[in-house]
């Protein structure tokens, strides 16, 4: 069974300064993905960044990277120069190729941006 | 290209009813996959639909069922809904059930209140 351990139910940031969000996994699959997605207020999920278990580089996509530690099963979030605009919900998700293929969520991260 | 769409955005229910929610799947893509997601969890996998067949089903009662139509539209539907269905209701298509590093494009979702 697949799951997912966010422990930061809430993050502040100051603008323009990093912010690094946890995120720990458990598998017994040897090819899993994993996902990060924002979730605002509007309730919409906004994919924002995917690293593949055999991926052998970090992901990145902007000002998103994810700091990605196979041997701790840890696939943390960092979101450089934050912006007021990233205060939102972020959860971590993972993906096996087992079964439904279906996304196994964390409990989420509320970051908050302070001006 | 179009994304998720969902409807109804809000929805009234009383106990014991039944409801139908519907999503209109991305371009392109050939699965859809409904998620419910209380109040402060993350989205939980109710099932996945595949080329109009059920492929995969999390935990979730018999009472909560599926349908996909030949353009990947999808319905759900809950019957004898209870106090504890109240929640967002998330449709996400993706391109192919088997997909790995696929991403899932996400509906803003139908806010279910069952009074």
């Known amino acids: 069974a697949q799951k997912i351990t966010q422990t930061q139910p809430g993050m502040f940031v100051q603008e323009k300064e990093a912010v690094t969000l946890d995120c720990t996994y458990d598998?017994?699959?040897?090819?899993?993905?994993l996902f990060w997605y924002k979730q605002p207020s509007s309730g919409e999920m906004i994919f924002l960044i995917y690293?593949?278990?055999?991926?052998?580089q970090n992901a990145t996509e902007g000002r998103y990277s994810l700091n990605f530690q196979k041997a701790r099963k840890s696939a943390n979030l960092v979101i450089s120069a934050s912006q007021l605009g990233d205060s939102a919900m972020y959860f971590c998700?993972?993906?096996?190729?087992?079964?439904?293929?279906?996304?196994?969520f964390g409990t989420g991260t509320r970051l908050t941006v302070i001006p | 290209e179009t994304g998720v769409t969902q409807s109804p955005t809000h929805l009234i229910k009383t106990r014991g009813q039944q409801v139908t929610l519907r999503c209109s799947s991305q371009?392109?893509?050939?699965?859809v996959s409904w998620y419910q997601q209380a109040l402060g969890q993350g989205p939980q996998f109710i099932f996945q639909?595949?080329?109009?067949?059920?492929?995969g089903r999390g935990n979730f009662p018999p009472r909560f069922s599926g349908l996909q139509f030949p353009n990947y539209s999808s319905e759900l539907n809950v019957n004898a809904l209870e106090l504890d269905d109240s929640a967002l209701y998330l449709c996400?298509?993706?391109?192919?059930?088997?997909?790995?590093?696929?991403?899932?494009?996400f509906g803003s979702g139908t806010r279910l209140t069952v009074v």
């Open positions: 996400a298509s993706s391109l192919e059930s088997g997909f790995l590093s696929g991403g899932y494009t």
């Open positions: 598998t017994s699959d040897p090819s899993y993905g």
């Open positions: 690293q593949g278990s055999y991926d052998q």
């Open positions: 998700a993972m993906r096996s190729l087992a079964g439904a293929n279906n996304l196994f």
């Open positions: 371009s392109g893509h050939n699965t």
């Open positions: 639909y595949y080329r109009e067949e059920e492929n």
